[in-house]
């Protein structure tokens, strides 16, 4: 079962690849059964060591992947050096051009979940949080429903990223909510109103789109039952 293929995994990871890597946190990540049996001590430490070798080599996608998995994963996070958390800064700056949305939308949540592991934000420089929050301008349009809502809620809690997006890259997050608000579920559309009520450049924002807060405020009714059940 899922103890012979951590072991393997565990075994292997000196000499994975980059992607073999990043692949591998993703899957511990979206698989909670498999990530309880990783070993506190050495299996950890082998993965992330793994990682934190491979950053150098790393394309968008494994970074994003790399990251989304240790924003979920404690036991992961709390075994990557200070020096590992600078080599995935960098390899998030150096990438950021690239980036798809999803990719986007997976490191900046990743970062906000992370907070409590505060050497993890504080790796990415002023530098790379520009480079995220151009990526995020750039990739706005393509952004999905569930994009949106983590790129916006990610400005909410990280103050630096926040900081780092001008008016431009406002106006398209504010743009791309009326066209993905009826795929809204309820802790997405949650999440884009409690980014509006935090940060006011983005409820300005949407009050220049046209159907930005009537498209939000409808997507919150039609889900209200939810809301107030779960995500009050």
């Not at 504080?122 to 393509?142: F, H, I, K, Y």
Request: glycine share 6%.
């Amino acid at each position: 079962g899922w103890s012979r293929l951590i072991e393997a995994a565990e075994r292997l990871a000196p000499e994975m690849t980059s992607q073999n890597i990043a692949n591998t946190l993703n899957a511990l990540g979206k698989v909670d059964a498999a990530a309880e049996v990783v070993s506190s001590g050495t299996g950890w430490s082998r993965l992330i060591g793994a990682a934190e070798r491979l950053a150098p080599e790393m394309n968008a996608q494994d970074i994003a992947h790399v990251l989304n998995a240790l924003g979920k994963i404690d036991a992961a996070a709390v075994k990557v050096s200070s020096a590992g958390w600078s080599h995935f800064a960098t390899a998030v700056e150096r990438t950021s051009g690239v980036m798809i949305a999803q990719n986007v939308s997976n490191v900046v949540n990743a970062y906000a979940e992370m907070r409590r592991v505060s050497e993890a934000p504080e790796a990415v420089s002023d530098a790379g949080w520009r480079s995220l929050a151009a990526a995020a301008r750039r990739t706005a349009p393509a952004m999905t429903s569930q994009n949106i809502a983590l790129t916006v809620d990610a400005a909410k809690k990280l103050d630096a990223f926040a900081m780092a997006i001008d008016d431009d890259g406002w106006n398209k997050l504010a743009r791309q909510v009326p066209r993905v608000a009826r795929d809204f579920i309820a802790q997405e559309v949650v999440l884009v109103l409690s980014a509006a009520g935090w940060k006011l450049e983005l409820a300005k924002a949407l009050a220049r789109v046209d159907g930005g807060w009537d498209s939000t405020i409808a997507s919150a009714e039609r889900h209200m039952d939810a809301i107030k059940t779960g995500w009050n």
